[in-house]
Antibody
């Protein structure tokens, strides 16, 4: 059974860098037909996709965050990470990491099939 | 970006009812829509992928369909544990945006 667990500081000041890590168990971040996503949810609102990284190292980011966000993988620790620079109160949210799967032959049919429990990050002075 | 317009935003129903939730894509996206269920304080859970494929372990009372750019999640014979918020997600292009959500409440 694949399990994901987010970790990182829960309180940041404006202009600091948000750094979260997602530890993966029951599966490998190097797996060929998977990718690793970060998704956030401000209180009382919907889900906002942040970005993802494929086993190949290819990354894709939400364009509105592109200049501030970096997703990376550490295969030695079976973890992947999110860094979001220059945070503001608007970045306050529950942050989820998730595993995505897709059809390895077509590259299609992507979906987030395993999720971490989420971690609340608050940005406040 | 391809926006997903989800409706209704909220819905009241009773145990045993059949309900439908709809997402409309801003353009043709083939079958590339997923559906998730989220309960308060919990992570979303994948129910349906690529419009109509039931995720392993999900009860068969959940089903998905597509008609053009309209996608529907149907829940038959509502159970008490089904009262939650539901989201669609398009995966045709990046970014894979989510709909605004539908909160399903007990009548």
């Amino acid at each position: 059974q694949v399990q994901l667990q987010e970790s990182g500081p829960g309180l940041l000041k404006p202009s600091q860098t948000l750094s979260l890590t997602c530890s993966v168990s029951g599966g490998s971040v190097s797996s060929g037909n998977h990718y690793w996503s970060w998704i956030r949810q401000p209180a009382g609102t919907g889900l906002e996709w942040i970005g993802r990284i494929y086993a190949s190292g290819t990354t894709q980011y939400r364009s509105s965050l592109n200049s501030r966000v970096t997703i990376s993988v550490d295969t030695s620790k079976n973890q992947f990470s999110l860094k979001l620079a220059s945070v503001t109160a608007a970045d306050t949210a529950v942050y989820y990491c998730a595993r995505g799967s897709y059809d390895i032959l077509t590259g299609e049919e992507s979906r987030e099939d395993y999720w971490g429990q989420g971690t609340l990050v608050t940005v406040s002075s | 970006d391809i926006q997903m317009t989800q409706s209704p935003s909220s819905l009241s129903a009773s145990v045993g009812d059949r309900v439908t939730i709809t997402c409309r894509a801003g353009q043709s996206i083939s079958n590339y829509v997923n559906w998730y269920q989220q309960k308060p304080g919990k992570a979303p859970k994948l129910l349906i992928y690529t419009a109509s494929n039931l995720q392993s372990g999900v009860p068969s009372r959940f089903s998905g369909s597509r008609s053009g750019t309209h996608f529907t999640l149907t829940i038959s014979n509502l159970q008490p544990e089904d009262f939650a918020t539901y989201y669609c997600q398009q995966t045709y292009t990046t970014p894979p945006l989510f709909g605004q959500g539908t909160k399903l409440e007990i009548k």
